[in-house]
């Protein structure tokens, strides 16, 4: 342990005299300046092993992440220059220290660089604040040094100088990164936007307050004594415990006795009553959410019914259905006469909440970097309420008896046929069930 400290102490961390921030921050630090995330295990034991399971630790490694930046970005941004920025502009978030060092592109995962340690400790930690008026696109100021920063006022460390700051409690601190506009002007990220324009940032909830939720517990394995401690764990779409529940739905009938042959409506109700932004958030393009519901007769037989629809513009997108799309991957996939893949593989007539994201072309898009426009957001919004129907009539051949009514509400992280023709590893198109809500009518003789 006394080599360790000994080798930290002599380490150049040299801090730039300029708040450079963003695009211009590229390639005005080194790596060393940055500490590896295992310098901080030594003392911070239970944050590393949070952080090492959290997306955190996985935004530049992870598969769909790495298949996403080299197959689709990197070769995208070499032949567009519109959109060139992106080839380095991606690891200003996904793997900050490369970026602040230039290194662009960074060695793939199977490399094993200095990339691979994603979003680390110090770089959070040698953030101080934003330049400009909206935290957007890695405008984070980067200071990295002896001194790290933290929301605590009067820690002492043996290895390292601590310094209160403000910033990194706030949700601004998040929007660095969790905002985020397109080459083309498209807000494509705005979880940050999408909380600030809440209930919750009225009431001073901020991100931290559910993804970063404080325990008792101990900063350091040398402090004494416990304090209320922020875990590291940041939660989110990647956790099924975060997605359960996210949405509360009910769901009844207009009538409950009915006969062969009449009609029934279904309301069904959805509320946000979990997340401080909207659901799906962040990157909304690669994100599915649907609710299924089915009619199941006494004797087994189940019926799909399909959600009316409610005629406002742009509501085919919301709908799920066998067209095509994602066509302008043919760009960095070098493809010749390209006609797209499926949109996505959900029961045709049910409801999708999202917010389509659209190519130069006016083609929904899986590459944010390549959106310049947007079509209908229907997304689930913090306390929002979305309400639903679903006519039906009666088939003449369905028994007497009770008839349960089930909705279901699932979420893919990304559409099945991008997973599919991408070869992205298949855990990132399962479906995952976040709730159900049930309900009944009786059918008479």
Known sequence: MRSFFIFLFFLPFAISAQDVAGEEAFGKFSYD???????????????????????????????????????????????????????????????PISFLAGDTPPPPPGANSRANESVSCDVCHTI????????????????????????????????????????????????????????????????????????????????????????????????????????????????????RGVIEMRIHPNERELEPGETVVFSLQLHNAKAGHKVPSGSAEERVLWVH????????TVYHLPVDKKGFEGEEYTIASDVLAYQDMAIPLGLTDFKGIRREEVPIGDRIFRKPYLDPQGRMTIMQWNTASFG?????????????????????????????????????KLPKPVQEFLNVPEEESKEVLINTAETYIEILE
């Not at 519901?293 to 087994?300: C, H, L, S, Y």
């Not at 913090?382 to 089930?406: A, F, M, S």
């Open 33 to 95: 300046q940055f500490e590896k995330p295992e310098a901080c295990k030594s003392c911070h034991v239970d944050f590393y092993y949070q952080w090492q399971q959290a997306m955190m630790s996985q935004a530049y490694t992870h598969e769909w992440d790495e298949i996403e930046y080299f197959k689709l970005a990197v070769p995208h941004a070499e032949k567009d220059e519109k959109v060139a920025g992106v080839k380095a502009g991606c690891n200003g978030c996904h793997a």
């Open 128 to 243: 101080v604040g934003f330049k400009g008026d909206i935290p957007y696109n890695f405008n984070y100021i980067s200071k990295p040094g002896r001194t790290k920063y933290g929301p605590k006022p009067g820690l002492d460390s043996p290895h390292h100088r601590t310094e209160y700051n403000e910033f990194i409690t706030t949700a601004e601190f998040c929007g660095t990164c969790h905002n985020e506009k397109s080459p083309y002007g498209a807000w494509v990220k705005a979880t940050q936007i999408e909380w600030k324009e809440g209930p919750y940032a009225k009431q001073g909830v901020v991100c931290q307050d559910c993804h970063m939720p404080k325990a008792e517990g101990r900063n350091a394995v040398m402090v004494e004594g416990t304090d209320m401690v922020a875990q590291h764990l940041f939660h989110g779409a990647h956790d099924k415990g975060k997605l």
């Open 376 to 412: 209908p957001d229907y997304r689930i919004g913090p306390r929002e309420t979305k309400i639903e129907t679903y006519t039906w009539i009666i088939p003449d051949e369905i028994p007497p008896g009770r008839v349960k009514i089930k909705a279901s509400l699932y979420y893919r």
């Open 293 to 300: 519901v089915e009619a199941i007769t006494p004797d087994g």
